[in-house]
């Protein structure tokens, strides 16, 4: 731009100091800010103009000498980059210029806030951050020497013009140095007038509102200065540091942004211990090197380096330890304020390394180093370790992977998740590539020192999945092992592990066979006391060695035909035995080959017959006597029961209760959940307020409410450990586990983790004392029997448990049920009256006022209307599981009989039995409940004990009366119209 070009002052925008309206002091403001205004547009219109001239002289000229670089010294990227942060200042400093008032608005109301260097003060200072940092970049791998050379014609001609560029009568020849100072010697000089503005300003300004304004942007440009002059001497000792360097050094070191910091040579400093004397220690803005001889280079990231001064009772006088990811370095001095001074200048250059940015104004100051502690950043291990060639990126602490990072091996191994002390610690998800290009495993687990350690899902590449506990690595402890459909051979295990292999017990599950076993295990084999049910009906139980059938056993068909004796596996019979068939007969001697058409015996066949022979084989129960209840589920209890002795510490939590995703679809919520800000919050009740909650209440209700609530939370400890119990009892006693013969062993399971989860509240209730001596027991009887298994934890399990179990209730009890079911039919086509006078119920105690006639209608027609409210209420028993509430529902049954009674007597009347079981057989027939025989089997099981020999106990046994007496066949076969 020429001088004929610019712009002139437009002094005539400002208004008039004697303008309506204007105060005392209004005119002395404003003739300050003319004057600053006048001063300003001076200033940009000879800045412009230079710009103008060295981009067409310099700038131009260095691109021309970028193309025409067969060598490729020059290098092309850091002069673009020059040339790029050029011209974003000149069009700044332009943009500026033209908002100066005489190119705004004649009357528009002036302010101080429109001076564009105190408005935009902060663009304009990052322009020359930005602008200093590539010019120096250039300069330190000089870059202004190279194009010298490069086009030393053209500078020869325009050297005089370079020499004019300068404020002095400067007699310098060196085409380089003019080069350097023409690109950065104006710009100086530019800020340094915009301080003079500001001073000029702030002085004549006086005391007002505005002077903190210009105080600010005075401030700014006065550190803008101290930068400039501070970058710019960094960029002269790099680039002295590159020349006194040998070739390996300076290629291997030389980069356009790494600048030194400090040198070993100007502020002693040396490797401790075994290290040549010869070493040199150099500090730059991104790397820590060490330099061993001519060709020894070592270079540590500053993102991954942590520094930490010594005490002399660790390491003598003077010494700081350099700590990396794979190695500690000690650095000794001579003198304390040496050893102070590099202790300072690498904390910053590391922090400043993180931020990815010069400090500005200078040198952070007071910024607390002991933060740096703590960072994020990248990292490739080399040596020889289990992440070697692995790159980390995430969370450090003190030189070592700590929080939540990603840890990557070239062979597409990765494990996103927790960190410890330098190992995998907490929740993670580890991916290993499986044989197939896009197939992997995927192991979602809780980690620990570096292990798989707790509950863990892992799904497998041929879609095998295994959900439970694992120790070092292995499955260990209780888990299942599911093979899906889409493989050879569908299969599940739900059971106990030990190092990787079944062992102990647990249930497999054969689809394809249509066959459960459930018993022990050993190496992987069914090995020990076993079960085997199939689809058809047909069980036999025996003892199993390594995978086979051996010894004595017994074999339950389909049709109620036993078989006890030898076998030498799986329904091959093979020895002595006892055959006893569905009519009664018995056939007893030697057998052998498979069971079914071709089994051959030879013995003595029995024809007699005994009808409590017969009843026992229908109802004979398996079981697993040589295994206690309490041996079962040792691997579902004891990390509960670690959990809870150990105070239900935090860190154990997520490992016991596993907060995990459960498909590959959910993988990438799983991952999101690794990296999100987790607390024991995200569980619905923390271990704390489990303990805390549960040891403040005293009531049995409100002890209800409270396990309620937990128990539908698989969050919560209680919820999880029910949750895990009841897929222990589906697996074994749903589908083809539903068999009658196995009904007294789920009983007895349901009741054992009934009476076990009561003990572990009542540590809970504690507040974890566990001697059995302060367990909560309160002292009057009342309160003792209110506070057990069967008041307190039965009720609210027992929905988890009641399909199954019910199921083989209603098996077991099927053919009484379906006596009993033809009873009721035949009942029921019996009008009201004519059923009461066959259940010989005295007429005196009839509800005939209850029934409604019609015109012409008979007593005798009449149905379903006497006695409707106790039917009604006895319908309920099924809407509920409890069998307390099933008592309840009974008792409210009598009542309501007692109070139909006493209205047609019209007085009280407490039923005598002989009175009172006939009304009972008459409701029972009406209320038509199915399976009544299951319904009452379980209430008897289930029931408190408490409660024996007392009313309930009476009432149930009246009610199994009534339940017997419609089975009898005089109650199925009579005849309608006797």
Known sequence: MSNSEQPKSQIGNFRSPHSSGASSDEPK???????????????????LALLADINGVILKQLQQAKLSDPKGKINPEVLDSLNCEFQTLWDQVLRNYRTLPQHSDPYKAFSIENICIIRDKGHLTENYVRYFTAFTNFVTIRGFDQVAKQTSDYWKKNKKILQGFLNDSTSETSVGVLLYRNLHEPFKNQILQYSLILTRLSQELGECSEKGLVADALQNFVDLQHFINQVLDEASLTKILWKSLGHKARDTLCTPERRINEDSKTIPIALSSGKSSGDRILLFNDILAILQGSNDITCYNLTTVWVDCLSEEDSGKNCLRIITPEEELLLHTKEAPQKALWHWKINQAIRQSLEGKRDFPLWGGSKDCQLLLSRFASYTFKKESKFKNALYEGDWNCGKPHGKGTMKWPDGCNYSGDFHDGL???????????????????????????????????????????????????????????????????????????????????????????????????????????????????????????GKMMGSGILLSEDNTIYEGEFTEELVLNGKGKLTFPNGFTLEGTFSNQWGDNLQASGILSTCRKEEDLKTAEKIQLDLSELPMEERWQGIYRPFQEFILHGCQAEMEESYLGFHTHSRKELRKSQDYLFCHRTNADAVDTAENIVGELSKLNLLEDMKHYLETAFESTQNPLGKLLKTLTLAFQATYSGVGANKHLLTMAKEEVLFHAEKITEFIKILHMGLQTDESHLCEPSDRRKREEFNSYTLVLPLILPRFHPELYMMYMLYHEKEDALYWQGIIHLGLLPDTQLLEFLEVQKHLWPLQDLTLTVNQRYSLVRDECFLSAIECFQKISTTVDPELKMITFMKTYDEIEKTVARVLEKEYKLPMDDLLPLLVYVVSRAKIQHLGAELHFIRDMMDPCHEGGLHDFMLTALESCYLHLQKEEIRNSCIGE
Not at 29 to 47: D, G, H, P
Not at 475 to 483: I, K, V, W
């Open 29 to 47: 403001k404003e003739n300050v800010y003319e004057s600053a205004i006048r001063s300003l547009v001076q200033v940009e219109q000879t800045f």
């Open 424 to 546: 995998e610690d907490g929740f993670g998800i580890y991916l290993i590539p499986g044989i197939s290009s896009d197939g992997f495993n995927c192991y979602k687990c809780h980690w620990k020192c570096g292990v798989m350690q707790g509950y863990g899902i892992c799904e497998y590449e041929d879609d095998t999945t295994y959900n439970g506990y694992f120790k070092n690595n292995l499955r260990n402890g209780f888990g299942t092992l599911r093979g899906t459909e889409m493989g050879n051979h569908p299969f599940k295990y739900t059971g106990h592990w030990e190092n990787n292999i079944k062992s102990g017990y647990g249930i497999w599950d054969d689809p394809n066979r249509g066959q459960r076993y459930i018993g022990m295990w050993q190496d992987d084999f069914r090995h020990g006391q076993g079960i085997v049910v199939t689809q058809s009906g047909l069980c036999y139980q025996g003892t199993f060695i390594s």
